[in-house]
């Protein structure tokens, strides 16, 4: 199996046992796979000596211990699971790892997944927008939160570039358009987003409710969320962000996404 079908199943295995060891942990997997239908016909083998008998090949075996090492670098997973059994081969999911596995299926330490999501959810994303959203999860798991955050923010300004843009082609008066144009041209994102936003009230009710509904918190409230974010770390003012704080940003960032490009769609079918 590749190694990106392994790391989710990985997750899904600890949700079974929190607390465990390494070849309890490696026969858990083994069963998961097993019960979606891998390796079927394989043949069994075993370490010399062994009574047990796996189907999952020793190579499989090995980047599920791989998988447990990053888990453990990511603060998903400790050594030890008290303080009788304070080391290997005993592991325990650490709290954060257990609000982690309590989020959701979208998770960031699935990156494969997250990604496969996010096209899922809108298949014309914008490439832009991907290339930083996998930079910031590539960042993310190797522990480096500051990237990662400012690759995130990367990302969101790309989308509401893209929705101030769609925005600005669907409106249907010329004067209206070219003030609206001048007044956006030369100002920083924030600016932009804001007279965007004024623009966008004055027409909410034209909009269905389902893309109006709760914008304030959708979109504005999550747009300034990673832009604070990306500011406060994106300039040497030695703040950090907490790993929660970027796991919560990459857990936002899909139905924030989301919001925006079924606006985009909206104003691309219809003129205000």
């Not at 709290?95 to 309590?102: F, Q, R």
Request: aromatic letters at 10%.
């Amino acid at each position: 199996m590749d190694y990106e079908e392994l790391r989710p199943l990985v997750l899904e295995a600890l949700k079974q046992t929190p607390e465990t060891q390494v070849t309890n942990l490696l026969n858990t997997v083994e069963n998961l796979v097993l019960s979606k239908g891998f390796y079927f016909g394989a043949t069994p083998w075993g370490y010399l000596g062994q009574v047990t008998k796996h189907k999952m090949p020793q190579e499989d075996r090995e980047k599920v211990r791989e998988i447990i090492g990053e888990f453990v670098v990511e603060g998903i997973l400790t050594w030890g699971i008290n303080e009788l059994y304070p080391g290997p081969p005993f592991l325990k999911v650490t709290k954060y790892g257990l609000d982690c596995l309590s989020a959701g299926e979208i998770l960031p330490h699935d990156p494969d997944g997250y990604l496969k999501y996010l096209r899922n959810e809108i298949p014309t994303i914008d490439e832009t927008i991907l290339t930083y959203v996998t930079e910031s999860l590539q960042t993310f798991l190797r522990g480096n939160l500051l990237a990662s955050t400012v690759m995130l923010g990367g990302a969101s300004e790309k989308a509401v570039l893209l929705l101030i843009e769609s925005f600005t082609k669907a409106m249907s008066d010329p004067d209206e358009k070219r003030q609206f144009e001048r007044g956006i041209e030369r100002v920083g994102i924030l600016r932009k987003f804001q007279e965007f936003r004024k623009k966008l009230d004055s027409i909410k009710g034209e909009l269905p409710r389902s893309f109006s509904d709760d914008l304030d918190i959708q979109l504005d409230g999550i747009f300034n969320l990673i832009r604070n974010c990306r500011n406060d770390v994106g300039h040497p003012t030695g703040r950090k962000i907490e790993r929660r704080l970027a796991f919560a940003n990459l857990q936002l960032f899909i139905p924030y996404c989301k919001r925006i490009y079924d606006l985009i769609e909206y104003f691309s079918q219809n003129q205000i």
